[in-house]
């Protein structure tokens, strides 16, 4: 079955990091474009961070920059979200997405597989 799962979420005080993963199985994903997305409680769902399929270029949303960090070891065919100096509008489901092609878009339509989420909660 193709899919991808994430896990890592939890609840932390503001100030404190956190470690999203996200396992693909089924699908080689080593060369798709992966994303992070997540969506706050009466908000769309708003792109994060995405890595190329090399994994030397990224890109993040300007309210992340500084403080997120993607990565991907296509040896283990896991994409990782590092979350630092988290603050109480970080509070969201986080999703992890792949892309048909090794290069990255912002649009969400472009990505054909999701996860079903991981829950991060940041309290002040």
């Known amino acids: 079955q193709v899919q991808l799962v994430e896990s890592g979420g939890g609840s932390v005080q503001a100030g404190g990091s956190l470690r999203l993963s996200c396992a693909g199985s089924?699908?080689?994903?080593?060369?798709?474009?992966m994303g992070w997305f997540r969506q706050a409680p009466g908000k769309r769902r708003e792109g994060v961070a995405i890595i190329w399929s090399g994994g030397g270029t990224s890109d993040y949303a300007d309210s992340v920059k500084g403080r997120f960090t993607i990565s991907r070891d296509n040896a283990k065919n896991t994409v990782y979200l590092q979350m630092n100096s988290l603050k109480p509008e970080d509070t969201a489901m986080y999703y992890c997405?792949?892309?048909?092609?090794?290069?990255?878009?912002?649009?969400?339509?472009?990505?054909?597989?999701w996860g079903q989420g991981t829950q991060v909660t940041v309290s002040s």
């Open positions: 997405a792949a892309r048909r092609a090794g290069n990255c878009y912002w649009e969400q339509n472009e990505y054909n597989t």
């Open positions: 089924g699908y080689n994903y080593s060369s798709n474009c």
